[in-house]
């Protein structure tokens, strides 16, 4: 079965560092990638996919990610944090099983930003 | 684009009643939407995928007699907690599907906190 794995529940930066969320998924077949925000008590906002093509994909607030099929990784960055990036992320992607229907979540990556 | 909205966004009730909640895709169809449940400082939970005109399809143990799912149109799906109870207090996101075969992705709505008392 599909599985996604985000090492680190928390991760902290101060404002102005760099931003590294890792997300490594299992699977034989090259799914679709997303990468999801979601702030206190509301539901998750699009950040940006993966689905054909570059590999390096940009997202919104300046966030980006790299497909590594070689590392079966997504790391999402942003090179310079800001307050407001504090908020949990969530790893996903498509399950080719489902006909690529059914999102499989990571556990989540809880970002916090220092001043 | 691809506004997906909830309501209510918050309901309390007592315990044995039911609660409906409504899922709209905004500015787009769906014909396909799905139904999540959230425990604090979890990930989500996939509960079932509702298929526009036809029954939905729940994942493993999820009782369907509880979760009633309808899909009656393509905006809107409603999900019935029905004689709800303290452990069926969560937080349950609804999402929909925009786009062609393979290529789709899920929008996410905000959120419905339920609180049964």
């Known amino acids: 079965a599909q599985s996604v794995t985000q090492l680190g529940s928390h991760v902290s930066v101060s404002e102005g560092a760099l931003v590294l969320l890792r997300c490594n998924y299992s699977?034989?077949?090259?799914?679709?990638l997303f990468w999801y925000v979601q702030y206190p008590n509301q539901g998750l906002q699009l950040l940006l996919k993966y689905t054909t093509g570059a590999t390096l994909v940009k997202g919104i607030n300046g966030f980006e990610a790299e497909f590594k099929k070689s590392e079966t990784s997504f790391h999402l960055t942003k090179p310079s944090a800001h307050m407001s990036d504090a908020a949990e992320y969530f790893c996903a992607v498509s399950d080719p099983g489902t006909g690529f229907q059914k999102l499989v979540f990571g556990t989540g990556t809880r970002l916090l930003v220092s001043p | 684009g691809a506004v997906v909205s909830q309501h209510p966004s918050w309901v309390i009730c007592k315990s044995g009643t039911s609660v409906k909640i409504e899922c709209r895709s905004l500015?787009?169809?769906?014909?396909?939407m799905f139904w999540y449940r959230q425990f604090p400082k979890q990930s989500l939970m996939l509960m079932a995928t509702?298929?526009?005109?036809?029954?939905?399809?729940?994942e493993q143990g999820v009782e369907k007699d509880k979760f009633l799912i309808n899909h009656a149109s393509l905006t809107l799906s409603t999900l019935t907690v029905t004689s709800a109870h303290p452990e069926d207090s969560s937080f349950y996101i609804c999402?929909?599907?925009?786009?062609?075969?393979?290529?789709?992705?899920?929008?996410f709505g905000p959120g419905t906190r339920l609180l049964v008392l």
């Open positions: 999402s929909a599907r925009f786009g062609g075969q393979g290529v789709a992705t899920q929008y």
């Open positions: 699977s034989s077949v090259p799914p679709y």
């Open positions: 500015d787009f169809q769906a014909t396909t």
């Open positions: 509702s298929n526009e005109g036809s029954k939905a399809t729940y």
